[in-house]
């Protein structure tokens, strides 16, 4: 550090001219940030000392600073946080003779006059007053008075840490109200937003509880950074302001030697979202701890505080706040493969391992977030050191699983900051890093580029129910504007991008294409709607050109939307969306004809299929056929799934009681296809292909399984009532608001033959069980059925008869529809 002697006169008279030697400081070459505030701060103490010396201050009494100066972090135009503090009967004057001395300086002076039980009373009746003295430093007289009451002050805030950590939690939510999150805002508060410097104290204040500390990594750097912007902001406006504002941050970044507005806002965000972070990390673990405390916690936590302090090993706050609870065994709930539920957050499993399984940090973000939950701090950062980059194309189920996470709507939002916390976004997709903190300029936007992206698959995943496929439109809401951090038009670069990333995903190429045209023509829709005259018979053709089909079109409407709404109230309004409803209904109505060709026909069956058709056919029994998908395809090891066929002669109930039997094995359908066959002529037969996924990746014994599906087929096992006693008997947890299931009959122009139900709904265990026997209940049979799960979604098409083999009125298929509808609840 600098000498500060040099503005000084050796006497007690204290610096000729403080404010000319703080101004000299202020606008010398040298080092700034971090030095300069404790530069600051010492020449302060010199001239408070000095003053303090001159004004004939008897035994008993010393100046204590408080607050940021008491941290020694003075900015440039910070106030002077100061007590004076006594013993006994104090010469009225001797504050006066401190003070004026500072005022005429023109600093700005926030003091007080106390004895120590004072300070101590004001303490426990005002947290702030407290958090204040947590910082107390001895400037002045007598130290062994300001020792005393540090320890008395944080005696006290450990003491009453239970009750005093939630009024500062609330403190910390009425602020963020208020100021909103420092790492989304054009002109944010860099001290009192979420994520701001307040945020930083916050962590210090709970770290010196000992019952909790932050995770430090990158925390320290946040904060100098913070700070770094905030003294370069009172210097170009010469004022103690907080906010930056636009007109200033073009200054700023100059100040700062940063290239300009927008990287400056960049490494502001930055900053933000790792406070933010750290700030939501630690006061789970408070909860924790205080739950714990107080027997409210399910159980007592196993271990101590997982987290480093910041001289590392294990903090203070895991030795004396998690360890005072840290007895017992911890309730683990398994939630998928290698991730179990633990005091409120998903964990790996014991057995997990992340070196092996480059799914399993898609697969913990999807399970927590389909349960309501976030990953664990400590799980996030073993998954980033772990595990290995997905290979390319991704597996299936690796597809499956971000689409899982990306369905859970808001409850998507802890987990991906979690993960783009420790860098596993920007590994899963390397174009992120070109939109991830970008600011948008542009009164309409609230969000940076990255955010906007992740609310747009927020939004959409409430759309899902619109569409044939969910999983394609959570996917393009996900990457519709990646194109922004490339020069020229975000739409054209975007759908480059997303060729490239659909491929990488392992998307088959009529998805891929389905993508790109989602992209590049996300704004079509309503820039048309509201630009062109909807009777130009050119303004519908200008959209069925680019879609070129309903579903195509179903997904632009939905990104259409979810894109306005994540923007910001501005974007979206009664009006734009009938305007945007009315040429969508055009549009549809131009495209209807080629929709009324109807589903492809099936393909020839293959030998695999036919010998077991042939086998039902003859013994008039089920024939079955299970084929283990191994990681050999998938990139790993373990089993992944089952292909499973199954022949057998028709009858009643069918479907339904094979999905209960698979449900009870904890197996997942992946996909379903159910046709009729009649290979020898001797009557039906009905063939069913499934692709199922073992729940927690342990798949049955194939024997098993095939008995239990002779027995539930025989009668002699009742599947339903086994289901319902497991179900009864499971703990229930927090579930995730999800979009009502979508029941409907297609238009007959969807088959000929048949009438056919559609069902679009979250998926959940034994789903297709309740769709199966609400048939059964309805006395309609099942000639075909094409299952498809996508992600959380399930989006299924049956075609149906009655027992003649017509298709259904409209009055019966009514009420088919009906019965399957109160069967999904």
Known sequence: MASHTDDSHPGPAGPA??????????????????????????????????????????????VVAVGGYGRGELSPRSDLDVLL??????????????????????????????????????????????????????????????????????????????????????????RAERHGELSFLLEPDLKEAKGGLRDVVALDAIAASWLADAP??????????????????????????ERLALQDQDQVAERLGVLDADTLLRQVYEAARTVAYASDVTWRAVDRVLAARSGRGRRPL????????????????????????????????????????????????????????PVLPLRAAAAAAQNGLTVSHATVRRLAAECRPLPVPWPDEAREQLVTLLGAGEACLPVWEALEAEGLIT???????????????????RWTVDRHLVETAVRAAAMTRRVARPDLLLVAALLHDLGKGWPGDHSEAGEVIVRDVAVRMGFDPESV???????????????????????????????????????????????????????????????????????????AARLAGDAAAGPEPAAAPTAEQERLAVEAARTGGPALSLLAQTGAETAGTEPMGVRLLLAVPDRPGLLGTVAGVLALHRLAVRSAGLRELDPIGAGPVLLLSWTVAAEFGELPEAARLRADLRRALDGSLDVARRLAERDAAAPRRRGIPTPPPVVAVAPPVASAN????????????????????????????????????????????????????RPLSARRAGEVAAAVRAALG
Not at 797 to 805: K, P, Q, S
């Open 427 to 445: 590994r899963l997709l390397p174009d992120w890093e070109r939109v991830r903190c970008r600011p948008q300029r542009n009164a309409v936007h």
């Open 302 to 357: 196993r271990r101590g505080f997982p987290f480093a302090g910041p001289f590392g090993g294990a903090s203070g706050a895991a030795r004396r706040g998690a360890g005072a609870v840290a007895r017992g065994a911890v309730e683990r709930r398994p939630l998928a493969e290698g991730v179990v539920e633990q005091d409120g957050e998903a964990v790996l499993a014991q057995g997990a391992r992340p070196a092996s399984d």
């Open 754 to 805: 048949a009438t056919v139900l559609e069902v679009r709904a979250h998926d959940a265990p034994g789903l297709l069980h309740r769709v199966g026997r609400a048939l059964d209940g309805a006395g309609v049979r099942v000639r075909t059925a094409h299952v498809s799960t996508l992600g959380a979604d399930v989006v299924d098409a049956f075609y149906l008869t009655d027992a003649e083999g």
């Open 17 to 62: 001219d403080p404010a000319a030697a703080r101004a000299r400081l202020l606008t010398a070459p040298g080092p700034g940030g971090r030095d300069r505030r404790a530069e600051l701060s010492a020449r302060t103490d010199d001239w408070l000392a000095a003053l303090f010396a001159s004004a004939g201050a008897p035994a008993g009494t010393a």
């Open 85 to 174: 503090l006594h013993e006994g009967r104090l010469d009225p004057a001797l504050p006066e003779r401190l003070w004026y001395p500072v005022w005429d300086s023109g600093a700005a002076l926030d003091h007080a006059v106390r004895t120590p039980a004072e300070a101590r009373a004001v303490a426990a009746a005002d947290l702030k007053a407290q958090l204040g003295l947590l910082d107390a430093r001895h400037v002045a007289g007598d130290p062994a008075l300001t020792a005393a009451l540090r320890s008395t002050v944080l005696a006290d805030w450990r003491a009453g840490a239970a009750g005093r950590l939630p009024e500062l939690r609330e403190l910390g939510r009425e």
């Open 216 to 241: 430090r990594e990158g925390l320290d750097a946040a904060a100098l950074r913070l700070a770094d912007v905030r003294d370069a902001l009172h210097l170009v406006t010469g004022r103690a302001t």
């Open 513 to 587: 294409e389905t993508l790109a045209v989602l992209v590049r023509h996300h704004l079509t829709l309503v820039d048309t709607a509201t630009r062109r005259d909807p009777d130009d018979p050119a303004t519908v053709e200008a959209v069925t050109k680019v879609v070129t089909t309903l579903p195509r079109l179903e997904l632009l409407r939905a990104l259409t939307e979810a894109d306005a709404l994540a923007t910001g109230p501005a974007a979206w309004s009664g009006w734009r969306a009938s305007l945007v409803d009315g040429l969508a209904a055009r549009a």
